[in-house]
């Protein structure tokens, strides 16, 4: 069992399946919770113990002709500072928003980017707070908070550019739901989704994808501030929720 934040940090990952990564190190870094109360549920004190770690990488070792071109070419891109060798791809960002305001909307201002790093995608997931350090609760249920309406906004970009008006207690939440099933097509360039989640289950416990990857490129500032604003059709929204918003942007290494 994990936590929230662990199951959102473990949606998506970056594929090298197609490229490769020469003269490069590696490290594997673990960041251990204060507490292992997240972990399980049930009315025991536990201890979780790390005895082994496998990390499987593939390995592929070219033949000499070809390692010597490789080796030439990194040698010219280390010697010019133009000639450097740039490697894009996507990383992740995980924000929480501690509570969300008990009113009927609320504004989460949660960082300011470079252009360099514009968000792609960002998945949400709304969690009651008692369900945090709580062995009698599951760290790993979402909830769908009374949520109505969930706007991202890069500058003045708004996403989606369609309202969800959503309403969970009549199951009308599609708009979201295939904004859900949708993420693994576009990301991993799948032409077929498996969802983890099927319609039923993302009606209890749902995570709201954005897809923001079809930017205009044609107008460029040097920075992007990212909110989220969400909305809910009753007075207010119900209290003690907390929100986990997980970033992928793009980003860049010479």
């Known amino acids: 069992m994990y936590s929230a934040a662990d199951y959102l940090s473990s949606i998506s990952w970056v594929s090298l399946k ?5 003269n490069v190190k590696q490290e594997l870094i673990l960041i251990l919770a204060r507490t292992f109360k997240n972990c399980y549920v049930g009315d025991v004190e536990a201890n979780i113990v790390i005895d082994k770690i496998e990390w499987k990488i593939r390995h592929v070792v070219p033949e000499d002709r070809l390692k010597l071109k490789f080796m030439s070419r990194i040698n010219k891109s280390s010697t010019s500072p133009a000639g450097r060798i740039k490697v894009p791809y996507r990383m992740w960002d995980l924000y929480e928003l501690p509570k969300l305001r008990e009113t009927s909307s609320d504004i989460w201002a949660i960082k300011t980017s470079t252009s360099l790093e514009r968000p792609r995608y960002v998945i949400i997931g709304f969690q009651s707070i008692d369900n945090c350090d709580n062995t009698e609760k599951d760290a790993s249920v979402f909830m769908n908070a009374d949520v109505s309406d ?4 890069l500058n003045s970009d708004v996403y989606p550019y369609e309202r ?18 949708n993420f693994q097509r576009t990301y991993y360039g799948k032409e077929m989704s ?21 930017q205009s490129e044609a107008v460029k500032s040097s920075t992007v501030d990212i909110k989220l604003e969400f909305e809910t059709r009753k007075s207010t929204f119900p209290s003690n929720v907390k929100v986990y918003a997980l970033i992928l942007h793009d980003s860049l290494i010479k």
């Not at 969930?150 to 906004?153: F, G, M, S, V």
């Open 150 to 153: 969930i706007r991202l906004y």
């Open 164 to 181: 969800w008006n959503m309403d969970f207690t009549k199951k009308l939440s599609a708009p979201a739901y295939y904004a859900y099933i």
């Open 18 to 22: 197609t490229k490769g990564l020469i």
């Open 194 to 214: 498996e969802p983890m989640l099927n319609f039923t289950q993302f009606l209890q416990t749902p995570l709201f994808v954005i897809d923001c990857s079809h």
